[in-house]
């Protein structure tokens, strides 16, 4: 039996790269989130490819869109053209994730991201990514999070799982930093299958 949130993964920003997928997902990581996307048009090729990677290694690989404020219709869309052909939505996949790190990015632009997103796409589960410092003064989860929506806190305080902050919703906790890569847990209760299509 495995032990509660023993399930670990990483995430990859903006041309971050692994070079053996086979080696992570024997060091024991289940599931990785890929920064793909950003604003309304750029998308890192290199990232797609490792998403394909990942998943031939095994791995649950998600994508990941960088917000930039405005256009949020056209971002939420960009990342649904481009995450379509990488097999980003279907079955298995961790759930597509939204870092809202840029400042401009708001409640109001998160809200309406995840209804184009989820429209554009024809899945309901998506994850939200954001410091600790912005859930705590800067969003107000309450205000779009339903319950097919993950917060996601970065905090790097090296306890897996631990964050410090509490909300109903948060089931993941980015709990170290290697260069642009982080290293994830899942926080209590919440399991491998709640953040997965």
Not at 34 to 46: F, K, Q, R, Y
Not at 51 to 79: E, M, N, S, W
Not at 82 to 89: R, S, V
């Amino acid at each position: 039996m495995r032990e509660q949130g023993a399930e670990r993964g990483i995430n990859l920003s903006l041309h971050e790269t692994v070079d053996d997928w086979g080696e992570i997902k024997a060091s024991s990581v289940s599931f990785a989130s890929i920064t793909v996307t950003e604003s309304m048009n750029w998308t890192d090729d290199a990232a797609a490819r490792q998403v394909t990677d990942a998943f031939r290694a095994g791995v649950h690989a998600g994508i990941r869109h960088y917000a930039r404020p405005g256009g949020v219709q056209d971002q939420a869309k960009h990342l649904v053209r481009a995450g379509m052909p990488l097999g980003a939505f279907a079955p298995g996949a961790l759930a597509p994730a939204l870092d809202v790190g840029a400042s401009g990015v708001d409640d109001r632009f998160i809200k309406s991201w995840i209804k184009t997103m989820r429209n554009a796409s024809g899945i309901r589960r998506v994850l939200v990514y954001a410091s600790y410092d912005d859930w705590l003064h800067r969003f107000r989860p309450d205000k779009w999070a339903d319950e097919e929506v993950v917060l996601w806190l970065v905090r790097p305080n090296g306890i897996p799982g631990r964050p410090g902050w509490f909300h109903a919703r948060l089931g993941l906790h980015q709990h170290t930093n290697v260069d642009r890569a982080g290293t994830d847990a899942l926080v209590y209760p919440f399991t491998l299958s709640d953040v997965l299509l």
